[in-house]
């Protein structure tokens, strides 16, 4: 079992509507969660962070942590082409006191017009 | 993040030459990480350091690479008799203190191409 699942997709979704992305971790005792956006050819920008059950909103994210389930996801509001990138879910595993970060594979997500 | 300064942008060497990546962590950033990126691949971490230490290498490969963060001047991931396998995007990543501490911001990476 990987240490952290994503859907690699393609997720597609037109334009102004609702992108979920979904993430699984298999540490139990992981505490931070992160979602990072990154472009073809670019680095890693970060979108969330994440660090308690429920949701957190930024703008048009929302990040949502079930620590029981070992779940976290993102959604995108009102979806834009611009959106259009890998969307990358990090841990810090459990135990770790700095941010050694373990990566998912990365969703595609394509917003189309 | 434009904060994260690396060089080069783009390294090309032949089979068996040495690799030299920088990086510059951001303004009153004293944490660096480096992470690999392999084509079609995620990112994979492979070392932690702190001014002058080396904290955790657990992910970098046991021979031919190696890794220092000096009192001054940038970090430096050092790739000695590069083969085609270490062809990949290799990004830092630099964090401040207390409770920023985990959050990272990465430079633009270094494209390194074996030939």
């Known amino acids: 079992q990987k240490e952290v699942e994503q859907n690699s997709g393609p997720l597609s979704v037109p334009e102004g509507a609702i992108a979920s992305l979904n993430c699984t971790y298999s540490d139990r005792g992981s505490q931070s969660f992160f979602w990072y956006r990154q472009y073809s050819g670019k680095s890693p920008e970060l979108i969330m962070s994440i660090y308690s059950n429920g949701d957190k909103e930024d703008g048009r994210f929302t990040a949502q942590l079930n620590k029981a389930s070992q779940y976290v996801s993102l959604l995108i509001r009102d979806s834009q082409p611009s959106d259009s990138a890998t969307y990358l879910c990090a841990v810090i595993p459990g135990g770790t006191s700095y941010g050694k970060l373990t990566f998912g594979q990365g969703t595609i997500l394509t917003v189309h017009p | 993040n434009a904060g994260v300064m690396q060089n080069p942008r783009h390294l090309v060497r032949r089979r068996g030459q040495e690799a030299r990546l920088r990086c510059s962590p951001m303004?009153?950033?004293?944490?660096v990480y480096w992470y690999r990126q392999l084509p079609e691949e995620g990112l994979k971490f492979m070392v932690y350091?702190?001014?002058?230490?080396?904290?955790?290498e657990s992910g970098m490969p046991k021979e031919r690479f190696s890794a220092e963060f000096p009192k001054e001047g940038p970090s430096i991931l050092r790739i000695q008799q590069v083969v085609r396998g270490d062809s990949a995007a290799y990004f830092c990543?630099?964090?401040?203190?207390?409770?920023?501490?985990?959050?990272?911001?990465f430079g633009a990476g270094t494209r390194l191409s074996v030939l």
């Open positions: 990543a630099s964090t401040g203190e207390g409770s920023a501490k985990n959050i990272q911001y």
């Open positions: 303004k009153g950033h004293s944490h």
């Open positions: 350091l702190q001014k002058e230490n080396i904290i955790d």
